[in-house]
């Protein structure tokens, strides 16, 4: 198709002052209202994350997926306050998650690894039953970006997010790749608008001594108890 403005001289000049007026001020409000939408009240400015590496075969010192989760964190002026290694085991990975997830350390948790379509990929099944909100936008949009490296192989991505006890959980893939798109052009674009959403009113109503287990789906309120990094390595095969 030829470019619509080939052949056609348009000399409106009074139109075209008007419409470049226009422009300008359309796209003044239209920064103002965006800017609004960035950045709410609520949003937390640091988030602290937990982070479980999901593998039978992998040690936490041969981890280059958690590592980039913990320092693109890091790099965005978040923490991490506990990194834990887990096999490939429904009860442990939907133990260790709810866990993780009710510590009132914990803004937030990301685990890699088990999403995939392999028998022993159950990370998906395991905390599925914890969410008391799930996020679908999430798996789709980490599947779109993926498709843009990898074609239609991102099919076999089962990555998944959702709410646990007011905390949101992020479940990847256990490639640095995967990793790398999930964390740096998904999450932490959003983390701290989901986290203040997610906790928005918990805190004042524990404070108020009034029972928000339904408020948070039925799974809990955050525990202050602490509880100690677990750097448990399996040898177990994969």
Same mark, same amino acid.
């Given at each position: ?48 994350? /937990? @982070? $479980? =590496? ?8 041969? !981890?280059?997926?958690?590592?980039? &989760?913990?320092?693109? *964190? ?33 803004? /937030? @948790? $990301? =685990? ?8 022993? !990929?159950?990370?998906?099944?395991? &905390?599925?039953?914890? *969410? ?33 006890? /007011? ?72």
């Amino acid at each position: 198709m030829s470019d619509a403005g080939d052949g056609h001289d348009h000399d409106h000049h009074d139109e075209s002052d008007h419409n470049g007026q226009h422009d300008a001020t359309h796209d003044g409000q239209h920064d103002a209202t965006h800017d609004d939408h960035d950045h709410h009240d609520h949003d937390a400015d640091s988030v602290a994350i /937990a @982070v $479980v =590496t999901v593998s039978s075969s992998r040690s936490l010192d041969e !981890d280059p997926s958690g590592d980039h &989760v913990v320092a693109a *964190f890091e790099d965005a002026d978040h923490e991490t306050v506990v990194r834990e290694l887990i096999p490939d085991e429904y009860d442990s990975v939907q133990g260790t998650v709810d866990r993780l997830a009710r510590r009132k350390d914990t803004d /937030a @948790v $990301v =685990t890699t690894g088990g999403t995939g379509v392999t028998p022993d !990929d159950v990370t998906p099944e395991a &905390v599925k039953g914890l *969410f008391a909100k799930t996020l679908p936008g999430f798996g789709e949009l980490f599947r779109r970006l993926s498709y843009e490296e990898i074609g239609t192989r991102t099919i076999g991505s089962r990555a998944i997010a959702g709410v646990v006890s /007011a905390t949101p959980v992020f479940c990847l893939p256990g490639s640095e790749n995967a990793v790398r798109i999930g964390v740096d052009e998904v999450i932490l674009p959003e983390i701290g608008h989901l986290v203040g959403l997610a906790g928005r009113g918990v805190e004042d109503a524990e404070e108020a001594g009034d029972d928000v287990e339904g408020e948070i789906g039925g799974n809990g309120t955050k525990e202050g108890d602490d509880v100690e990094t677990d750097d448990t390595e399996t040898d177990d095969a994969e």
